[in-house]
């Protein structure tokens, strides 16, 4: 099974008053300081743009979801900087990934020529993988991320280059994969 995990974030309309303002609150793992100044998309019939300038209350709900109106520029890799970015995919080693699953992984990565970083995940991933890894008598498991910056924000980046090679690996591990492949730790 191949599990996707993805966070989008927004908001969610919970009280609009008598004067039209709408009062949100957020949808996803992020502080409200990054709503500060950012446009806003309703989706719906009519749509449009908003600039929130205030926000949360979080006593009242109405069912209307709000996205974040982003462009994406493509920016050269000199433009990212240094960090991560640009590195390959990264690689969950911890208590919940199957070693298994890691050194498959890890070993297609070197004989395809695929960088890789690999990353500490001690307890858990904060991904689907940690429900998945204990799932009826437990699944063997692994996390390819993809490396990024400003995360659980709207303005989050990653290298497409990354993506790329984060799909490759996927792919070639896959196939690797047969009715003989033994998941047991021995």
Not at 50 to 56: F, L, M
Not at 87 to 114: D, H, Y
Request: glycine content about 8%; proline content about 5%; charged content about 20%.
């Amino acid at each position: 099974m191949l599990a996707g995990h993805i966070d989008e974030i927004g908001v969610i309309v919970t009280y609009i008053d008598d004067e039209g303002f709408a009062y949100i609150a957020p949808i996803g793992g992020w502080g409200p300081q990054v709503l500060v100044a950012q446009r806003i998309r309703f989706i719906g019939r009519n749509g449009g743009a908003v600039i929130c300038a205030s926000c949360v209350n979080p006593q009242m709900a109405i069912v209307v979801d709000v996205t974040f109106a982003t462009d994406y520029p493509e920016m050269e890799k000199k433009e990212l900087g240094e960090a991560k970015l640009g590195g390959g995919p990264a690689l969950n080693r911890g208590s919940i990934i199957s070693p298994v699953v890691f050194n498959l992984l890890r070993s297609t990565a070197e004989k395809n020529s695929i960088p890789y970083t690999v990353e500490a995940a001690a307890r858990h991933t904060s991904t689907d993988a940690d429900a998945i890894h204990i799932a009826r008598e437990g699944i063997a498991t692994a996390v390819v991320g993809v490396p990024n910056r400003y995360m659980h924000s709207p303005n989050e980046m990653v290298s497409l280059d990354d993506l790329d090679k984060s799909a490759e690996l996927i792919a070639e591990t896959c196939r690797l994969v047969d009715t003989q492949t033994d998941f047991t730790a021995r």
